[in-house]
């Protein structure tokens, strides 16, 4: 569904992102953990067109998208949970949501979205900005939710969220798998987390991927040395 070869980013002179090839088929939930710099967000950012690639090739469900804009990947298949959210503060919630239904050309807010989310009807008249970090969190996969991607991205979804909303968020990614073909990949740093949502596991080290794992196979022990500074 995803397939990335020789992927490259630099910021100027830089090079952070150094050569990776990976795929990721469908109905699978790939983690890519890494400590604070390694690189996830460049890669993500790189994927979904914010940051542009200096070589290499992005394909989603077999198309090219490497030289396409955000919205076109979008369009595409591909969607994105940004690190830190990045939900429209001043949009009300129910607004928010339907940001994302312009490329699905859906109507209405789906009643699956609200029952995955039930906090978000409760709350979809308030502004988006009055929610907790964990309802931001929710709010943010709804939007991206509402694009029907093939591939969703998810950075750091767990970052600055209490333990028990920790649960709530790799529970609702389990039932987003249950209920569609998708494929998923999240970034993170919390092992536990990964543990509970991930078929296989990677590790990235100063943009090059230095571990791998499926979910069976994985030696915590090795992934949280590979994670501890
Ligand atoms: N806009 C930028 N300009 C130059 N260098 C950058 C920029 N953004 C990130 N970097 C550098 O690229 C490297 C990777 O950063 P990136 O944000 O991708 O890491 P990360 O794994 O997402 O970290 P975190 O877990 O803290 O979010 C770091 O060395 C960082 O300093
Ligand atoms: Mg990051």
């Known amino acids: 569904m995803l397939n990335v070869s020789n992927l490259k ?35 993500f950012k790189s994927l979904i067109g914010i940051l542009p690639l200096s070589d290499g090739e992005v394909a989603i469900d077999g198309v090219n998208v490497s030289k396409m804009d955000s919205y076109q990947r979008v369009e595409n298949g591909i969607a994105y949970v940004p690190q830190g959210r990045m939900i429209f503060p001043s949009l009300t919630v129910q607004e928010n949501i339907e940001t994302g239904m312009e490329v699905s050309k859906l109507k209405k807010i789906p009643d699956e979205i609200y029952a995955l989310f039930p906090v978000l009807r409760d709350m979809r008249k308030r502004k988006g900005g009055n929610l907790s970090g964990g309802q931001q969190q929710q709010l943010a996969i709804a939007r991206a939710l509402v694009t029907n991607p093939k591939v969703l991205l998810l950075d750091e979804p767990t970052e600055g969220i209490q333990p028990s909303i920790i649960k709530d968020i790799a529970n609702v990614l389990n039932e987003i798998k249950k209920m569609r073909d998708i494929t998923i990949i999240v970034s993170e740093q919390v092992l536990s987390f990964t543990m509970a949502v991930a078929d296989r596991i990677i590790v990235i080290d100063k943009g090059t991927f230095i571990h791998e794992d499926l979910k069976e196979n994985v030696n915590t022990d090795k992934i949280k040395k590979y994670l501890s500074v």
């Open 9 to 43: 980013v630099s910021y100027g002179q830089s090079e952070v992102i150094h050569g990776l090839d990976f795929s990721v088929p469908r109905n699978e939930t790939l983690a890519i953990m890494g400590r604070n710099g390694m690189g996830k967000t460049t890669l």
